[in-house]
């Protein structure tokens, strides 16, 4: 904006009000956005995918190597997975609802005896049961960048769902998925879309192109329709089609410290082999007929023999010489700081906790907890993202499947819309002082500010089956004629069966 003072400058001097003007343009920039030989400097390289069609199939690769040979990324990757699908896997929780808010309890019930049954084989191989499908799924989207499960509902031929509801998942890699397929105006990186850029069709692999057959190519593709296809896959920006690897930005770092490690460990090694030399005191006592030998009683040499052992004296050496040791400054004891600053930006680069992926556990109740607290939202986020591409349509798909094939029926008065209606239990933050972190709870509970239930589901269990656990065992208590003490703390009177009286007393 060109204030008074400008104009009247363009007025009386046009070429300075220029210089003022250009002047202004200089200092209102970003120094960040301007070339210099202080830094690099990169360019823009268009669009999204542009970048993803050049670079996810080697970071994969590359991703996939330091999984199969580094310890450290096969421990980061398998810490990423456990915190954010757990040992148990994303549980669910139906809540089917009828038309006045209240939860359709038997029609509830039904869909958990029958999720129970499809969870033992969920997949067409028969080989995985659901929760091992979560971890793998994981495992393939947080290292590959991307994982694609085909959904079948319904009799196939040579299809065995082995389940009372026909419902499936065919898992595959993102290797199914060309990334360099032929494309066109409609068809970018094996995804078919619409004139808005929505995926309408997939078109896939059908067998892995790692595993050649006699004509596989282009004729062995199949499309499959976006309805029946899930998509788990790492998005860093919009209209971006392809996942890329979440270790995409620390390869370099990790495939560094793998390096210095082996050098060092070699050095090490090397270092431990090295034993000493004998050090002559003038260049005119150097023999090479006799070097490193000595004289014998026929007055022929024979090679010396240096004894080592622990107080060894040396009472054979000759005039002016003496033994040396090699020091060859191993092992560094720089490696340990080095790996640990390094491991930390590795933690920062993929949103892991630094304690888990080092295994460096030092530190006090306070600092432990607030690194756990402030990296659990990272958990967090990612088990949410996977939630929503992965488990809530699984779910969704299998309520239809059981209402369409008979299975479990929807009850009339269940809203059509609420059926698949359900609460998803994660992993929830462990406890690093059980004693403390329980307190807490329960002082929240007594005050009011929490549930029974938000505690369950914080602790990652169902709060119906625990009292489906408390109730049978309490019954069960009873019928023993036993009673403990959380009886009286819930001022439950479990009623004690008469004491059994002896035969002779009878």
């Known amino acids: 904006m060109i204030n008074p003072i400008d104009r009247l400058i363009e007025y009386l001097a046009p070429r300075a009000a220029v210089r003022r003007r250009a002047a202004r343009d200089v200092l209102a920039i970003y120094e960040a956005g301007v070339p210099s030989t202080l830094r690099k400097f990169r360019r823009d390289t268009g669009a999204a995918n542009n970048d993803v069609r050049k670079g996810a199939v080697p970071v994969r690769v590359q991703a996939r190597h330091l999984e199969q040979n580094h310890d450290i990324a096969r421990g980061a990757l398998r810490t990423m997975v456990n915190n954010v699908i757990g040992a148990h896997g994303i ?52 290292r590959d960048g991307e994982c694609f499960a085909q959904t079948i509902v319904g009799s196939l031929p040579a299809l065995d769902h082995g389940t009372r509801v026909p419902f499936s998942l065919e898992m595959l890699e993102p290797d199914f998925v060309p990334m360099h397929h032929a494309e066109s105006a409609t068809l970018r990186q094996g995804i078919e879309l619409n004139a808005w850029g929505r995926p309408v069709a997939y078109h896939v692999h059908k067998t892995h192109p790692g595993e050649w057959t ?44 793998k390096d210095y490690e082996e050098s060092e460990r070699v050095a090490a090694k090397i270092a431990a082999m090295l034993t000493g030399y004998v050090k002559r005191g003038t260049p005119d006592m150097y023999d090479p007929a006799t070097q490193g030998t000595q004289v014998g009683a026929d007055g022929k040499p024979v090679p010396r023999q240096i004894d080592l052992r622990p107080g060894a004296i040396f009472d054979n050496l000759a005039i002016g010489e003496e033994v040396g040791l090699i020091d060859s ?24 906790s630094y304690s888990s992926i080092s295994r460096d556990y030092n530190g006090t109740y306070s600092a432990q907890r607030q690194e756990l607290v402030e990296q659990w939202v990272n958990y967090a986020v990612l088990t949410d993202e996977f939630t929503g591409m992965f488990v809530q349509p699984v779910w969704e798909k299998f309520v239809a499947a059981a209402h369409l094939s008979g299975v479990v029926r929807r009850p009339a008065e269940v809203v059509a819309e609420s059926a698949d209606d359900a609460l998803f239990i994660c992993q929830s933050m462990p406890w690093i002082d059980p004693l403390k972190e329980a ?48 009886n009286a703390a819930h001022d439950i009177a479990a009623p004690v069966a008469p004491p059994v009286q002896p035969e002779d007393e009878k």
Not at 98 to 127: F, N
Not at 128 to 135: E, G, P
Not at 445 to 465: I, K, L, T
């Open 214 to 257: 006699a004509g596989q190519g282009l004729a062995d593709l199949k499309r499959i329709s976006a309805e029946n296809m899930l998509h788990i896959a790492c998005l860093d920006r919009f209209h971006q089609l392809r996942g890329v690897s979440e270790f995409a930005s620390v390869i370099t770092r990790l495939e560094d410290i």
């Open 439 to 486: 307190n807490a709870w329960h002082q929240l509970v007594q005050d009011g500010f929490a549930s029974e239930v938000e505690v369950m589901r914080r602790r990652g269990v169902n709060p119906r089956d625990v009292l489906e656990q408390i109730t049978s065992w309490r019954q069960e208590v009873a019928a023993h004629g036993l009673q403990f003490s959380s």
């Open 91 to 142: 549980n669910i929780e139906p809540q089917p609802r009828r038309a006045d808010g209240s939860i359709h309890d038997v029609y509830a019930a039904a869909l958990r005896e029958a999720w129970r049954d499809w969870c033992k084989t969920p997949e067409v191989t028969h080989r995985l049961t659901w929760n091992k499908v979560q971890r793998l799924a994981a495992k393939t989207w947080l």
């Open 329 to 352: 400054k191993r092992p560094n004891p720089n490696v340990v700081t080095f790996r640990q600053g390094q491991l930390r930006a590795v933690a920062a680069g993929i949103g892991g």
